[in-house]
T-cell receptor, first 115, second 111 residues
Framework: EPEVTQTPSHQVTQMGQEVILRCVPI?????FYWYRQILGQKVEFLVS????????KSEIFDDQFSVERPDGSNFTLKIRSTKLEDSAMYFC?????????????FGNGTRLTVT | GESVGLHLPTLSVQEGDNSIINCAYS??????FIWYKQESGKGPQFIID?????DKRQGQRVTVLLNKTVKHLSLQIAATQPGDSAVYFC??????????FGQGTRLTINP
């Protein structure tokens, strides 16, 4: 069964450094998402992406965050200058058609640790 | 703002028993709900979904019930197994494309 893959599984970075989290969504999917989960808390929406542009973003997704689909297969999340509070699991998700018809499929996440 | 929430943070049941996980939602306009299972170190995994034109949907060992009158959603797992131990999230589609998660219930299956 097709799946969403994320790399790396664990990323450690120093405060102030830039990180890029990578995702390969399911190949025929059209909608792409990033979610964040701080340890022990619920999964929080960051951003949705469709037709090569951001559809919606949350308050968490400030100017330090950006997303890109550079080559038609990868979907990346960049954090320009990481803060301690950015430490979390970051999940990529994709969906094939409109959200009304199908659920999101999630990757296994990247654990980001900012020291 | 409107949100999806859960009644209990933890639930323990004996292996073989049935379990029920509850969820309340506040947006009466919501029309699509999903239950996800999250095992340790993994991403949310789709279990079952239900649309607002239904009040019950069954899968393999799982049943989702939707009560629109009181804006309540539940997930029933029959004959629980050790592999059912996980955190279960209800989620709601808001707007056209955004999936919003509830707080989560940790289900523990006791041998």
């Amino acid at each position: 069964e097709p799946e969403v893959t994320q790399t790396p599984s664990h990323q450690v970075t120093q405060m102030g450094q830039e990180v890029i989290l990578r995702c390969v969504p399911i190949s025929n999917h059209l909608y792409f998402y990033w979610y964040r989960q701080i340890l022990g808390q619920k999964v929080e929406f960051l951003v949705s992406f469709y037709n090569n542009e951001i559809s919606e973003k949350s308050e968490i997704f400030d100017d330090q965050f950006s997303v890109e689909r550079p080559d038609g297969s990868n979907f990346t999340l960049k954090i320009r200058s990481t803060k301690l509070e950015d430490s979390a699991m970051y999940f990529c998700a994709s969906m094939g058609q409109s959200s009304y018809n199908s659920p999101l499929h999630f990757g296994n996440g990247t654990r980001l640790t900012v020291t | 703002g409107e949100s999806v929430g859960l009644h209990l943070p933890t639930l323990s049941v004996q292996e073989g028993d049935n379990s029920i996980i509850n969820c309340a939602y506040s947006n009466s306009a919501s029309d699509y709900f999903i239950w996800y299972k999250q095992e340790s170190g993994k991403g949310p995994q789709f279990i079952i979904d239900i649309r607002s034109n239904m009040d019950k949907r069954q899968g393999q060992r799982v049943t989702v019930l939707l009560n629109k009158t009181v804006k309540h959603l539940s997930l029933q797992i029959a004959a629980t197994q050790p592999g059912d131990s996980a955190v279960y999230f209800c989620a709601e589609i808001q707007g056209a494309q955004k999936l919003v998660f509830g707080q989560g219930t940790r289900l523990t299956i006791n041998p």
